[in-house]
C-alpha cells in the first residue's frame, strides 16, 4: 500500500513563509499528478495546488503569486513553497497523489498562521 509522508507544517506568523514536503514510498512516476489540499475546521477539503507528470500547474485562485507546487524527481520528492502566509492559509494540508485506480492520500501537517 502506497504511503505519503508529509512534512514541514507548523506555526508561523502573518507574512511568514513555510516549505511543506511530500515523498512517496514508490516513485512519484507512478501518478500522473500530484497535489496539495488543505481543510480549515468547519469547511470543505480544497485543492491549493496540482503538479501534473508534465509539470503542468494548477493553484486555487487565492494563493496565485504565494504558493509554488514543484517535484524533485531526484528526490522522489513533491513540494508545496507557502509565502506571505495569512491567518487565513491555517489548516490542515493533505498531500494527495492521482492514479489511474484513484487517489492517494497523506496523513495531513498543521499549518497555523497566527501572531
Known amino acids: 500500500q502506497v504511503q505519503l509522508v508529509e512534512s514541514g507544517g507548523g506555526l508561523v506568523q502573518p507574512g511568514g513563509s513555510l516549505t511543506l514536503s511530500c515523498t512517496p514510498s514508490e516513485t512519484i512516476f507512478n501518478f500522473h499528478s500530484m497535489a496539495w489540499y488543505r481543510q480549515a475546521p468547519g469547511k470543505q477539503r480544497e485543492l491549493v495546488a496540482r503538479?501534473?507528470?508534465?509539470?503542468?500547474?494548477v493553484y486555487v485562485d487565492s494563493v496565485k503569486g504565494r504558493f509554488f507546487i514543484s517535484r524533485d524527481n531526484a528526490k522522489q520528492t513533491v513540494y508545496l513553497q507557502m509565502n506571505s502566509l495569512k491567518p487565513e492559509d491555517t489548516a490542515a494540508y493533505y498531500c494527495?497523489?492521482?492514479?489511474?485506480?484513484?487517489?492517494?492520500w497523506g496523513q495531513g501537517t498543521q499549518v497555523t498562521v497566527s501572531s
Open positions: 503538479i501534473g507528470s508534465g509539470n503542468t500547474l
Open positions: 494527495n497523489a492521482r492514479t489511474f485506480a484513484g487517489d492517494i
